[in-house]
């Protein structure tokens, strides 16, 4: 039996492939099968991080193994889906037994904080990069797309946005930070909490929304360009974490906010008759602009100007023709 | 919008990337949504190939295409499935039109070939690797598994085997042939065609299956261990291409067949009261040896003399204790 075989095993018998619920057939065959109930679709989404471009070399594979699936995961939040399953395809420079038991113990318990099981996937030699592939479901018809807003709606997020840009020099040892400040910020890059609760509470109410990876401003940009519509964004309202701005000064902890990428908290739009029942609940909802005609995004100061950053990356404000 | 994005869009517009049946929603937000009819199961399965290491780097990007997918869904014809949906996560070093536009021909070729449409997927840099999940639907309960096999059915194979390991020398420029043995190894080789309308018409009736991959052999033991069983091979009775007896002789040429990766070709086992309906219908199917109690693998002469060889890699053969 080859190492890789080895290793195949080894997943099928991590705590996280062992089934659950809509998993007919798990880890072991040409395929898994996936039992998806009536009146239900399955949302599919599929990521991919690459050694030394979206994660450090080396690094710590607990870490790794949490932030990976998180990452994959956030994607199911954003339509709203209930997570059921995920494929894993892992590519290895070397086989390292403590590496791949500890980057099972970070996969393992980010699976089991999302409800997903491992059901499939491959492991080959290779420069290293994680492919995952995630499954959930979601009541047909419901799923949260980025194409619903509407000009009047409220424009949200699901919590604190830039943790993840402020802790990538601290991620790259290119700072350092006393504890109270680096241990928040890191624990938001490394494993991130897909807003799964917050997703499915927002189906039937929010007209539009996805996660932040790209970064605020150009993940905006998506909705507005899926939407039809235009979307401004209040500076003044984005909410920062106290660690962040400790860190990077206030100017730069909202441009880490605006243009940081890796936040993997929700952005959505609402319309505002349905923003009260929802805060009663608990959810931490955000509200940081507003959907209008047009077509883009418009970032304002506090007294309503246009401060929108003259760089690429995504869609500048204009008017409806 | 950086050139990851313009790849993203590049796929997006790709013929292959039109919906389908089955396709609720397809590339362009942050999950596909695949509708499952009733009284049917989603079959997953998800293949990588790195470069280097399952493919010859540089290699002809259309020849790639066709082959990337063709192997992952060799995967759904193993368990009988219908294909419906793929997702691709393509890792490149650089940005290259020509290679893009060459290597999306060959996977729409493909993907039109065998009725999977592109729902999502991930575009990133790094060493060049491609990650292709694939969705296919099986009437519930029916799809073959590897563990179904019982003592005194027929093991079989979906057509000739070998030719892809013959082809090697020749894919990797150490090895010269004419164009009448050089050509159709070739073909089996970048181009393999899933049996998708076999496995489908297996259904209800094979007993275990699996598409080979890893070689006849070791491909064998999966199915021998997963359904508790004995396998016995007759040497005499592989099917062998004319190309590839031409290519190698007859000795090497079964040897390619019993140890040669990359046939995809099914690999099933069948009650003989189902073979004659089967072969009357057309399909190509040869009949290599049995299922007998016991454990593992053992191949046989035209005598019935044991001559497995031994080397690691597969299950050998032992009497049922």
Redesign the interface.
């Known amino acids: 039996?080859?190492e890789f075989e080895l290793i195949r095993n080894f997943f099928a018998a991590a705590p996280c492939a062992q089934g659950g619920e809509g998993v007919?057939?798990g880890i072991?065959?040409?395929?898994?099968?996936?039992?998806?109930p009536?009146g239900e679709?399955?949302?599919?989404?599929?990521?991919?991080?690459?050694?030394?471009?979206?994660f450090a070399d080396p690094c710590d594979p607990f870490l790794l193994g949490q932030r990976s699936l998180a990452v994959a995961v956030s994607?199911?939040a954003?339509?709203g889906?209930t997570p059921v399953?995920f494929?894993?395809?892992l590519?290895l420079p070397t086989v390292t037994a403590d590496w791949l038991q500890a980057y099972a113990r970070g996969l393992n318990q980010m699976a089991q904080s999302c409800g997903v099981a491992l059901?499939?996937?491959?492991t080959?030699?290779?420069?290293l990069?994680l492919?995952m592939?995630v499954?959930?479901r979601?009541p047909?018809g419901q799923?949260l797309?980025?194409?619903g807003a509407q000009s009047g709606d409220l424009l949200c997020v699901g919590g604190e946005l830039g943790n993840a840009a402020g802790a990538l020099p601290l991620v790259l040892g290119q700072r350092t930070a006393p504890a109270s400040i680096a241990d928040p910020l890191l624990a938001h890059y490394w494993s991130p909490q897909p807003q799964l609760g917050l997703g499915q509470a927002l189906r039937g109410k929010a007209t539009s929304?996805?996660?932040i990876s790209d970064g605020l401003l150009a993940d905006c940009g998506h909705i507005a360009l899926?939407s039809k519509v235009g979307l401004l964004v209040e500076r003044d309202l984005l909410p920062l974490s106290p660690a962040l701005v400790a860190f990077l000064g206030p100017s730069d902890a909202q441009s880490a906010a605006l243009s940081g990428g890796d936040d993997y908290v929700l952005a959505f739009t609402l319309p505002s008759v349905e923003l009260p029942a929802l805060l009663a609940d608990g959810w931490p909802i955000h509200v940081i602009g507003r959907v209008v005609n047009g077509q883009g995004v418009m970032l304002l100061n506090a007294d309503g100007q246009d401060i929108t950053p003259q760089t690429?990356?995504y869609q500048h404000f204009r008017e409806s023709p």
Request: hydrophobic share 45%; charged share 15%.
């Open positions: 039996m080859g007919a057939l072991g065959d040409d395929c898994a099968l996936l039992a998806v009536q679709q399955l949302a599919v989404s599929t990521d991919t991080l690459v050694a030394g471009v979206h994607d199911l954003a339509m889906a399953a494929t894993l395809a590519t059901v499939g996937g491959d080959t030699r290779g420069p990069s492919t592939t499954f959930g979601v047909s799923a797309t980025r194409s929304a996805m996660d899926a690429r990356g």
